[in-house]
């Protein structure tokens, strides 16, 4: 029976020693990863990627705070998993323990150290996130300047010869423009040229055959004194139908 008692006294003395390293161990990580955090946010706060759009050392800039930023996250990550670890291990501990005798103190303290790595995560996922946010700014800041550095550095130059190229570009326009307004005159021409020579040619047959036939020349000048006459008659009896309609109207 002593025996018993003894051996249950040295698992209980293993069992704390056991869980009193557990938290040693998450108690230095919390606190290697609140300064680590302290830091982070420091830097989140005065982080500026403007400088890194500077001609003059853009790889020196690029190493500076840049690599500060990433070197830190990835340390902060590795004490976030180790502390995961280690709360995983007290969590399994404690639960083994519980199983023989429940204790409401180990429950409270592996709850209270998973509160801690709980908010260490969100407040580190929350810095990181505000100094992406501020490294996108930047980097469109930094295009935005580029643009307008290009811009202004650009010699006279190159502007002029830009202008002058434009503008051989548009007179090259309006000479092909002319030659075309030039071809469709030309062609008009020649089809007004074609029409008055078939014109004179109809011209001259009727000329011959009134001349040869005085009967024919008779009879076309009664057909066009009959014409005219039908086109007086026509008009008269237009005009008397329009006076009698207006006089209708205002009547």
């Given at each position: ?55 003059k050392s853009p790889l020196l800039n690029k190493g500076g705070s840049e ?185």
């Open positions: 029976m002593e025996h018993e008692t003894r051996n249950i006294v040295i698992s209980s003395i293993g069992d704390e020693n056991k869980m009193r390293d557990y938290r040693k161990q998450a108690r230095q990580l919390e606190n290697e990863i609140d300064l680590k955090l302290i830091s982070f946010s420091k830097l989140g706060t005065n982080y500026s990627f403007s400088d890194n759009f500077s001609d690599h500060m930023f990433e070197t830190m996250e990835m340390e902060i990550e590795q004490l976030l998993s180790k502390l995961t670890e280690v709360n995983d291990r007290m969590a399994e501990f404690t639960q083994n323990i519980s199983q023989a005798s429940p204790s409401a103190a180990l429950l409270h303290t592996l709850q209270r150290h998973r509160d801690i790595l709980q908010d260490y995560s969100q407040e580190f996922q929350k810095t990181k996130s505000n100094i992406n946010a501020i490294r996108e700014r930047e980097d469109l800041l930094g295009s935005v300047r580029r643009d307008i550095n290009a811009y202004k550095n650009s010699s006279g130059l190159n502007r002029r010869t830009d202008l002058y190229l434009k503008e051989n570009e548009h007179i090259r326009n309006s000479e092909r423009l002319v030659d075309d307004q030039i071809s469709v005159a030309i062609a008009t021409k020649e089809s007004l040229e074609s029409q008055k020579k078939s014109l004179s040619g109809i011209t001259q047959k009727m000329n011959n055959l009134a001349n040869r036939f005085p009967l024919i020349n008779s009879l076309m000048q009664r057909i066009n004194i009959r014409k005219r006459r039908d086109s007086i008659i026509l008009a008269s009896v237009i005009a008397t139908c329009i006076i009698v309609l207006l006089l209708y109207m205002f009547h």
